[in-house]
């Protein structure tokens, strides 16, 4: 079992800044693919960011390439969403999920992340 917990969401202007942290326990996770979804309201969850815990290889959707920053701090056992430049449109709750399977480059489809926390909410007033 992996456990998932995020933190570090809430109310910021339009282009300010936030950090999520997702604090990752449970089963020794070597080369997991660590990922950031989100899901607005009335929308599907979509992807936003992974990447693999030993290597990095950092992918991004194109709607925050170059405004958020995936990272980890293996000292910590915990993954970053570093988020800049933030818009109305990022208004969303966060997830932070593990896949736990897959190799290679971290995949943005949703079906692979076999471990999911809770989310945490961001909104983004205008």
């Known amino acids: 079992q992996v456990q998932l917990e995020e933190s570090g969401g809430g109310l910021v202007q339009a282009g300010g800044s936030l950090r999520l942290s997702c604090e990752v326990s449970?089963?020794?996770?070597?080369?997991?693919?660590m990922g950031w979804f989100r899901q607005a309201p009335g929308k599907e969850r979509e992807f936003a960011a992974a990447?693999?815990?030993?290597?990095?290889?950092?992918v991004y959707a194109d709607s925050v390439k170059g405004r958020f920053s995936i990272s980890r701090d293996k000292a910590r056992n915990t993954v970053y969403l570093q988020m800049n430049s933030l818009k109305p449109d990022d208004t969303a709750v966060y997830y932070c999920?593990?896949?736990?399977?897959?190799?290679?480059?971290?995949?943005?489809?949703?079906?692979?992340?076999?471990?999911w926390g809770q989310g945490t909410q961001v909104t983004v007033s205008s």
């Open positions: 449970g089963r020794t996770f070597r080369n997991y693919a």
């Open positions: 999920a593990a896949d736990t399977k897959t190799v290679g480059i971290p995949t943005m489809h949703q079906d692979p992340y076999d471990y």
């Open positions: 990447m693999r815990w030993s290597y990095g290889n950092p």
